[in-house]
Structure formats: structure tokens, C-alpha cells
């Protein structure tokens, strides 16, 4: 215990990096969670035209929420792609700033909305909240690994999962107290949206307290102010030898990474010996991560409650409350404690089947025990609600998590940024395609969307995660094997002639270069 406690007050100054920078995280969250309850509220739909006369017009109502959350959606997949020149030319500290004030603009316009153009007003500030949420998505993981020394990096990175569940989990409370609290009011919608100005606004100031990552500062040549922010971080003079160790281990791997890029073209980058499988295991990861019904219950957890049974204000919004909770305690369990355990083949094959089997559950009671309108739901509706709520474990366990693991453990240092870049688009497209089409899915496919999802768990994302190679414990050198982009003898026979070069037959050459050369 002492141990850890000295671990911590010696990282307290990348602790506290970490503890600003991923109040973004936390936003991220909030705002694909907080939609989902602002446009279910019976007072929103009556001012927005979607109630009239007491008559639900369905197909509006499907248009509107599928709108003012798949913006949010729109907006992340161009700001994360636009995020990775931002960052590379003006560092990672002032493309936070610079991003949280975009989102901040956002938020500001959602909250202010009213009125005959109220509508648009939110579709607007969605989108350019969406533009800052997507690039924080990408800029925030990667500032935090380059500032965290070796020892906790794995701990501290692994808390995005964590923090984004947080988020969604504080907006579905927020939206149960506005609830329960407000039945009428353009406060319904104010509220909610404006309590995103709070961790906004912290993430803001906070960022002017944090230095910029030693790492970009060497990668741009201020080796000076890189070298200082190191020392900084460490809390540790400049002179010391883990801080001079550390900075040299930096420079030698940029040194790495720009030989390993030089020359590299589309072509080669996706189409290079070994190269082609990976894109498009990280195209289909994602692909198949929107498509396994966690978002579509995320992002419309009140509909979906009420679908189910829960038909009253304040049982389907504690429903959603509880579903959030559920998640962020599964999430945090298994990132702490199972990541490294399971492998990534058996978690995510574990994930898909029970994920598959509690969904086929959910839609044959719903099928057999239609939900009837009762102040208290009723024994089959508990009976799903409870299923859902195992269902988010094995999420958590699994296909949550883990594709961020899998398609950063898979590509080599010469085509990681495309590989990375290509990922990040196919999570925000299918992110957008399904909470597009999920109100319109839920209205009229009714039990018969949770076969759909059971299937798509079962049949393609478990067979799928058969398919797929294990990268638990593997060596980058091993990857490319692994991919055929170099043979077991073509790569030994590289090591040993490097050996011999070097003139030390019992070392083995530097990991990155000798995969490097043959990718």
C-alpha cells in the first residue's frame, strides 16, 4: 500500500493532467446519454409540434430524436478526423483548449434554444458540439499516454472507457431529476444541456494549469521545453537519470517512426504485404461494435425502457439511471482486472454470445409478455429490464472496451496513424447510421429489434472474434508474422544478420526497427 501511495504523489502532477483532460471524456459521455431522456419528455414533443391534440405523430417523433442525437454524431466523425493535423501542428494542450471552446459553443447554443426556431437551434448546436466531442475523443487518450510514465500508463489510459461510462451514467440521472422535478418548461431541455457548461468550463481552466506533452515538443524539435515539461511531470530535476534515460528512449523512438513513414504512400499503407487484413479487421470491429445494440439502448435508454414495460416518467428514466450505474461498475471491474486475464479472442467470443443469448431472451418475452401499462411494471417487464442489465456486463467484458485494444495492438509503427484514422471513421459512421435508425427500428420492428441485434451478437461478432487472431502478449515482431507480412524465417533471419552487424550475438536488435524494415 505504501508503495502505490508513493506512486501516486510521485505521477500526482500526471494524475492531475489526466484528472483535466478527461473531463472531456466525461462530456463525451454526458452528451450521447443526455439526448435520449431531453426528447422523450411529453412538454418537449408538445412544443416541438410532434404531440398535437394529445395525438403522438410517430413518424415526427422518430425524425426528431434520431436527428438531435445522430448530429452529435455528424459533428465527432469531422472533428475526429480533423483532429489529427490540429494536434500535430498547435500540441495537444492548446487543441484541447481550442476544441473544449468549440464545445462549449455548442453547448451554449443548445441551451439557449427556443422558440418557433428552437429546433434548429439544437440540430446547430449539436453539430458543433459533436465537431469538439470528436476530436477530444481522439486528442485526449493520446496526450494522456504520452505524458504517463511506463508504470501507470496502462491504469490511467484505461480510464476512457470508465470516464465515458461516468458521463453517460450522470445524464441519465440529470434526466431523471429534471424528470421527475420539471413537467413543463423549455427548463426541460436547458437544464440538461446547460450542466454541460459546468465540465466544459472546468476542462478549460483546468487545461491552462497542465504542460504541454514532452513528446509532441520533441517531435516538433523544441527539445528544451520537452525535456523541462519531462522533468516537470516527473517531478524530477532535469539532470536526473530517469528523466535523461526517459527523454532519450523518446527521441529515439520519434527517430523510429518518421524513418519508418518516410516514403510511405496510400498504396503501400493499405495495401503493402500483410497490411490489407488489418484495415479490415479495423473497419469491421466497428462496424459490428454499432450494430450490437449498446448504443441503441445508450442513446435511447427512456424509449427503449418504455418499450419494455416502463411506461411511466419515473420508471423509465430510474430504469436508465440504474442501467448507467450497472455499466460503469462492469466496465471498471473488467478494465482493472480482466483485460489482460481473459485475452482479447475469448473476451470478445464470451461478450457476443452473452450479449446474443440475454437479447433473444428480451425479444421472446416480449414477444409472448407484451408490456401493459401499469403505475408499477409489471413481473415480465422486470424480467427484461433485469436481462438488459446483465446484457451491459457482458458489453462491458467485451466488445465495449476492447476494439480500441485490438486495433491499436495489430498495426505497426509505419501504418498505425491510417490504421488508427480508419478506425475512429468507421466508429463515428456506424455510430451515426445506428442511432439514426433506431427510433424508426424500435416503433416498428417493436420485439422483433432485439432478435435482430441477438443475431448480429451471435452470429456475425461471435464468429468474428473466432476468426480473428489473439494479440495478448504479442510482440510487434510477431504481429507481422502473424498478418504474413514477413515470414517466421525471413524475420530470424533478419535478427541473427542484425546480431552479427552489432557485433552481439546475445542481444536481440530494438523491437521497432527490425519489424519496421520489412513491413
Keep these: ?101 468549440i464545445f462549449v459553443v455548442g453547448a451554449i447554443l443548445t441551451t439557449v434554444a427556443d422558440g418557433p426556431n428552437g429546433l434548429a437551434e439544437i440540430y446547430a448546436g449539436r453539430v458543433i458540439s459533436g465537431l469538439g466531442i470528436g476530436a477530444i475523443s481522439a486528442v485526449a ?50 437544464i440538461p444541456f446547460g450542466i454541460q457548461l459546468v465540465p466544459g468550463g472546468i476542462m478549460c481552466i483546468g487545461l491552462l494549469t497542465i504542460k504541454e506533452s514532452p513528446r509532441w515538443l520533441a ?17 524530477s530535476p532535469v539532470d536526473h537519470p530517469d528523466v535523461i534515460a526517459e527523454m532519450a528512449e523518446i527521441n529515439a523512438a520519434i527517430i523510429e517512426e518518421r524513418e519508418a513513414r518516410q516514403g510511405l504512400g496510400l498504396k503501400e499503407a493499405f495495401f ?14 466497428f462496424l459490428l461494435q454499432q450494430w450490437a445494440g449498446q448504443n441503441s439502448v445508450n442513446y435511447y435508454a427512456p424509449q427503449i425502457f418504455e418499450s419494455i414495460g416502463y411506461t411511466g416518467t419515473k420508471s423509465k428514466l430510474l430504469a436508465s439511471g440504474i442501467y448507467g450505474v450497472v455499466k460503469v461498475i462492469a466496465t471498471a471491474i473488467f478494465i482493472f482486472f480482466g483485460v489482460e486475464t481473459l485475452g482479447r479472442k475469448l473476451s470478445l467470443f464470451i461478450s457476443a454470445i452473452g450479449m446474443g443469448t440475454l437479447f433473444y431472451i428480451v ?9 401493459v401499462a401499469a403505475a408499477t411494471p409489471p413481473p415480465a417487464s422486470q424480467a427484461m429490464a433485469g436481462m438488459l442489465y446483465i446484457y451491459v456486463c457482458f458489453y ?8 480500441w485494444v485490438y486495433v491499436s495492438d495489430i498495426f505497426p509503427t509505419r501504418t498505425r496513424h491510417y490504421g488508427l484514422s480508419l478506425a475512429s471513421a468507421s466508429q463515428w459512421l456506424w455510430n451515426f447510421v445506428v442511432t439514426k435508425v433506431t427510433p424508426d427500428m424500435v416503433s416498428d420492428l417493436g420485439w422483433k429489434i432485439f432478435i435482430m441485434f441477438a443475431t448480429v451478437n451471435v452470429g456475425a461478432m461471435g464468429t468474428f472474434s473466432l476468426l480473428i487472431p489473439e494479440t495478448k ?6 504481429m507481422d508474422i502473424i498478418f504474413g507480412a514477413v515470414s517466421a524465417d525471413e524475420r530470424q533471419t533478419y535478427i541473427t544478420q542484425t546480431q552479427r552487424a552489432l557485433g552481439k550475438h ?14
Excluded at 500508463?153 to 422535478?181: C, D, E, K, P
Excluded at 517531435?219 to 517531478?235: F, G, M, P
Excluded at 502478449?473 to 510477431?478: D, I, M
Design 1 to 101: 500500500m505504501g508503495v502505490a501511495m508513493e506512486d501516486v504523489f510521485k505521477n500526482i502532477r500526471v494524475y492531475w493532467l489526466a484528472f483535466v483532460v478527461y473531463w472531456g471524456i466525461v462530456l463525451f459521455g454526458y452528451d450521447t446519454g443526455i439526448a435520449g431522456g431531453v426528447v422523450g419528455s411529453k412538454f418537449f414533443q408538445e412544443y416541438f409540434g410532434i404531440i398535437k391534440d394529445g395525438v403522438v405523430n410517430t413518424r415526427k417523433n422518430n425524425e426528431v430524436s434520431s436527428n438531435v442525437v445522430s448530429v452529435l454524431q455528424a459533428g465527432a466523425f469531422f472533428g475526429a478526423l480533423g483532429s489529427a493535423p490540429v494536434s500535430s501542428r498547435i500540441g495537444r494542450k492548446f487543441s484541447l483548449l481550442l476544441f473544449t471552446v
Design 141 to 190: 487518450p493520446a496526450y494522456v499516454s504520452e505524458c504517463s510514465p511506463k508504470e501507470v500508463r496502462g491504469r490511467i489510459t484505461g480510464l476512457f472507457q470508465i470516464m465515458v461510462a461516468i458521463g453517460v451514467m450522470i445524464s441519465y440521472f440529470v434526466n431523471y431529476g429534471v424528470g421527475i422535478h420539471i413537467s413543463s418548461g423549455v427548463n426541460i431541455w436547458k
Design 219 to 235: 517531435s516538433v524539435d523544441r527539445q528544451t521545453e520537452a525535456i523541462n515539461n519531462l522533468a516537470y511531470l516527473r517531478k
Design 272 to 285: 503493402g504485404k500483410g497490411n490489407f487484413i488489418r484495415f479490415v479487421i479495423a473497419f469491421v470491429i
Design 363 to 371: 425479444g421472446a418475452i416480449l414477444k409472448t409478455h407484451p408490456p
Design 396 to 403: 462491458s467484458m467485451g466488445w465495449g472496451p476492447l476494439p
Design 473 to 478: 502478449g504479442k510482440s510487434l515482431e510477431e
Design 506 to 519: 546475445d542481444s536481440p536488435p530494438r523491437r521497432e526497427s527490425s519489424s519496421v524494415e520489412k513491413v
